[in-house]
């Protein structure tokens, strides 16, 4: 019996090895496939999926130069793209435009270095044509029952995620929200 009961045990946890290693594979994967559809966006002005069935493709890349990351944001912030990538909220600005540019990511995956940034830190927002240049200006946590981030005609960057950053609850109320502005 006990040989069973081990037995099970050991399959349970390489079932769940397996399931963890499949999901960082595929997280990895298809950041390189985001990449790639930004670089042929690059190159001839129009937007790519990153791969045939998707129903988003790459719209900006912003650059964190001093702690030397760069996230590939995909159009409309549902579960399923966030899955993937940062997400650019659809009913918001891009970055140039006199209107709040809102990305949203996962605090433990794509958006995890947010708890890494300082203000004063510089962002660099590449989309289809431009580059654009900003500076954070402030770091908050809000509560999303007291507090909602507002599209303003304001060119700025929100980078928001969920926090804290430790928590083993997905979701909750309360969001890390940076804001940026040109420079």
């Given at each position: 019996?006990?040989?069973?009961?081990?037995?099970?045990?050991?399959?349970?946890?390489?079932?769940?090895?397996?399931?963890?290693?499949?999901?960082?594979?595929k997280a990895y994967l298809s950041q390189m496939l985001i990449?790639?559809?930004?670089?042929?966006?690059?190159?001839?002005?129009?937007?790519?999926?990153?791969?045939?069935?998707?129903d988003t493709y790459p719209v900006l890349r912003i650059h964190l130069p001093r702690i030397n990351k760069v996230s590939y944001i995909l159009e409309g912030a549902s579960g399923r793209n966030m899955a993937f990538s940062a997400?650019?909220?659809s009913i918001s600005g891009f970055p140039g435009q006199n209107k709040s540019t809102i990305i949203?990511?996962?605090?433990?995956s794509h958006f995890g270095y947010l708890k890494e940034l300082k203000l004063g830190d510089k962002i660099i927002a590449d989309e289809i044509k431009n580059k654009y240049h900003y500076?954070?200006?402030?770091?908050?946590?809000?509560?999303?029952?007291?507090?909602?981030?507002?599209?303003?005609?304001?060119?700025?960057?929100?980078l928001?995620?969920?926090?804290?950053?430790?928590?083993?609850?997905?979701?909750?109320?309360?969001?890390?929200?940076i804001h940026a502005l040109p420079i």
């Amino acid at each position: 019996m006990k040989k069973i009961i081990i037995i099970i045990l050991i399959g349970l946890g390489l079932w769940n090895l397996s399931s963890s290693g499949y999901m960082l594979i595929k997280a990895y994967l298809s950041q390189m496939l985001i990449a790639g559809a930004w670089n042929e966006t690059l190159k001839d002005k129009n937007y790519h999926k990153p791969w045939s069935w998707a129903d988003t493709y790459p719209v900006l890349r912003i650059h964190l130069p001093r702690i030397n990351k760069v996230s590939y944001i995909l159009e409309g912030a549902s579960g399923r793209n966030m899955a993937f990538s940062a997400t650019h909220t659809s009913i918001s600005g891009f970055p140039g435009q006199n209107k709040s540019t809102i990305i949203s990511g996962h605090r433990d995956s794509h958006f995890g270095y947010l708890k890494e940034l300082k203000l004063g830190d510089k962002i660099i927002a590449d989309e289809i044509k431009n580059k654009y240049h900003y500076e954070i200006v402030e770091i908050k946590v809000i509560n999303i029952h007291q507090e909602k981030l507002l599209i303003r005609n304001l060119d700025e960057l929100i980078l928001t995620t969920c926090y804290p950053f430790d928590s083993l609850q997905a979701g909750g109320d309360l969001r890390y929200v940076i804001h940026a502005l040109p420079i």
